[in-house]
């Protein structure tokens, strides 16, 4: 079950498939204004509590949020936005040349694939050539075990190469160590693989954990959609009668 109330906890909420549904390419997604009004109330009611923690960057996230600018964690972790706005960046020292060109040579072979470069991380969409996932896994995971410093992770319809140890659930956990976040209990929400190690971490430090989606979870509460969870979202953001 979800919390009654959220007085006493930090919010962490992944974006693609939780605030808004799965697009056919990453920036054709689209923010109810409800919801969008929502978190906006919600951040206050929590004292800044709230972060959006994503495999987008933060750029792409501020864009579509605008003109909010909430605590966010970006790229896996990669990127991380305080509550006051100061930046916390992790800037590993990562090689893709070996993977961008096989990346590449997968691209040009098959134009149904889409590359998204984001700096710290290399994602790889099959949503529009789902039938090519098993060849670019078979090119992509021999080069990404070759390198200890790189990690794969397979989301929907998405192969993104990032570096390794660096996950959503390290991003809440350096959320959890300072204010507004520390001494609350952490609500993790998402919808993919991607986000179980936010889950993970959540339920750890005493929290919850909800996967939208996926009858396979670690997560105590599973819904089966995000419609249930977002109306959650805007009914704890009206005001107590």
Known sequence: MLPESLADWAL????????????????????????????????????????????????????????????????????????????????????????????????????????????????????????????????LAPLVEADPALALLKGHCVFEIKAAGVDKGLALRRFMQEPPFAGRKPLFVGDDTTDEDGIAAAQALGGLGVRIGAATSGATVKLESPGPFRQWLMDQAKPSP
Do not use: N, W
């Open 12 to 139: 962490f909420l992944d974006f693609d498939g939780t605030l808004v549904d799965i697009a056919p390419t990453p920036d054709a997604v689209v923010l109810e204004p409800s919801l969008h009004s929502a978190l906006g109330d919600l951040a206050g009611q929590l004292d800044g509590a709230l972060a959006i923690v994503s495999g987008r960057p933060i750029a792409e996230l501020d864009h579509f949020l605008a003109p909010l600018r909430l605590a966010a964690a970006g790229v896996h972790g990669q990127e991380m936005r305080a509550a006051d706005g100061s930046r916390k960046d992790l800037s590993p020292d990562l090689d893709f040349a070996a993977l961008r060109q096989a990346v590449d040579s997968l691209t040009g072979r098959h134009p149904a694939l889409l590359l998204e470069d984001k700096g710290y991380a290399l994602a790889l969409h099959t949503r529009a050539a789902p039938e090519l996932a098993a060849e670019c896994l078979a090119i």
